[in-house]
C-alpha cells in the first residue's frame, strides 16, 4: 500500500512539473521561436498541448502496471469515478500511447523534409498541415481500439488475475478497471494454451511499434546526412536545424527509455512467463515521468529559448540580491 501511495504521490508530482513546463514551452514558441521555424512551431504547439492533456488523463487514470507470469494488467487506481467512465479514461490513457509514435514519425519527416528542401513542405505550410495533425490522433484511436478489442477485461482474464489483484492489493476484481490478458489460459485437458487473440494482439501492437522505429530511425539517419553535407541556407538556418535536429533525438530518446523499453521488457515477460513483481508497476512511474522531462531538450538545446529563460532566471536573481540588505 506505501508503494501505491508513492506512485500516486510521483504521477501527481509529475503531472503538475509536466504542465508547467509544457506551458512554458509554448509560451516560449510564441513569443521568442525565430522566424526561420516557420509552420514546425505549430506542430511543437501541438504536441504540447496533447501532452498537457496526456499528463491530467494519467493523474486521473493513476495506472498502475502489473505483470505476473503470463499475466500482464493495466489497473486504474482512481476508484472515485464511475465504473463506466473508467473504463473509456484506461483506453484513452492507451491511446496516447499510440499518438506518441505518430508524433515522432512526423517530426523526423518535418525535419527532412526542410533539409532537403522539398516540395512535400508546402503541405505543411496551408490548410493540408491539419491532415498531418491528425495523424497522430488516428493512431491512438487504433491503438485504442486495439486494446478495446485484444486486452479488454471480460470475465475469463477476471477469473485469472481475480486471486492476484486480491493478495497484491486487496483489491476486489469486481471493482476494479483494467486492460490486460492472459497469453497463456488454462486447457480444457488441464494443461496451458496460448492465448491466440492475446498473441494476435501484441504482434499487431508490436508490428505498429517497429514500423515507427524504422520510420524514425531511417528519417533521422537521412537528415543527419543531409544537415551535415549539402543543406544549403544561411548560416543561421543552418545552425537552427542542427538545435533542431538534437532537440528532436533527444526527445525522441526520453519516450523510448521511459515508454518503450519498460513496455518492451513487460511484453517479453510475458511471452517468456517471468514474474516481475512490484519492479513492472515502475512501468506506471515512467510512463508519468516522461511528458516531464519532454521539454526539456526543446528549452535547453534551442538557443532563442534557453536565453530567454536564462535572461528571466539572471534577472530575477539580481533582484532578489539587491533587495538583501
Keep these: 500500500m506505501l508503494w501505491n501511495r508513492a506512485i500516486t504521490q510521483i504521477q501527481e508530482i509529475s503531472a503538475v512539473i509536466s504542465i508547467l ?3 512554458l514551452l509554448i509560451l516560449l514558441i510564441i513569443t521568442k521561436s525565430p522566424r526561420q521555424l516557420g509552420s514546425y512551431k505549430y506542430l511543437m504547439i501541438y504536441i504540447s498541448t496533447f501532452e498537457i492533456i496526456y499528463s491530467i488523463v494519467d493523474v486521473i487514470v493513476k495506472p498502475i502496471i502489473v505483470s505476473h507470469d503470463s499475466i500482464f494488467i493495466c489497473i486504474s487506481k482512481n476508484f472515485s469515478l464511475p465504473k463506466e467512465i473508467s473504463s473509456y479514461l484506461i483506453l484513452i490513457w492507451t491511446g496516447f500511447f499510440g499518438s506518441f509514435l505518430g508524433f515522432f514519425e512526423i517530426q523526423f519527416i518535418y525535419r527532412y523534409l526542410v533539409a532537403c528542401r522539398s516540395k512535400v513542405l508546402n503541405t505543411f505550410n496551408d490548410k493540408r498541415i491539419f491532415l498531418w495533425m491528425m495523424f497522430p490522433a488516428t493512431v491512438g484511436i487504433f491503438w485504442g481500439s486495439i486494446n ?12 485469472d488475475i481475480k486471486s492476484l489483484v486480491l493478495e497484491e492489493y486487496n483489491w476486489d476484481i469486481e471493482k476494479v478497471v483494467y486492460i490486460g490478458e492472459n497469453l497463456y489460459e ?5 494443461g ?5 487473440k492475446c498473441l494476435i494482439g501484441i504482434i499487431i501492437v508490436w508490428t505498429i511499434i517497429n514500423i515507427s522505429i524504422l520510420t524514425v530511425s531511417f528519417f533521422a539517419i537521412k537528415c543527419y546526412l543531409k544537415i551535415h553535407s549539402e543543406f ?11 538545435q ?22 513487460i511484453f517479453f515477460s510475458t511471452m517468456f512467463n517471468l514474474n516481475l513483481g512490484n519492479s513492472s508497476s515502475i512501468a506506471a512511474i515512467s510512463f508519468a515521468i516522461f511528458p ?6 526543446v528549452i535547453l538545446i534551442i538557443k532563442n529559448y534557453r536565453n530567454a529563460v536564462a535572461n528571466v532566471v539572471t534577472t530575477r536573481v539580481l533582484m532578489i540580491s539587491k533587495k538583501k540588505p
Design 244 to 265: 533542431l535536429f538534437y532537440a528532436l533525438v533527444t526527445q525522441t530518446l526520453i519516450p523510448f527509455i521511459l515508454m518503450h523499453l519498460p513496455a518492451s521488457i
Design 21 to 23: 513546463g509544457k506551458l
Design 232 to 242: 544549403k541556407g544561411s548560416i543561421k538556418l543552418n545552425h537552427l536545424q542542427h
Design 292 to 297: 516531464a522531462l519532454d521539454p526539456l531538450p
Design 148 to 159: 478495446n478489442f485484444f486486452f479488454r477485461h471480460n470475465p475469463r482474464i477476471n477469473r
Design 186 to 190: 488454462p486447457s480444457e485437458n488441464g
Design 192 to 196: 496451458v494454451q496460448i492465448n491466440k
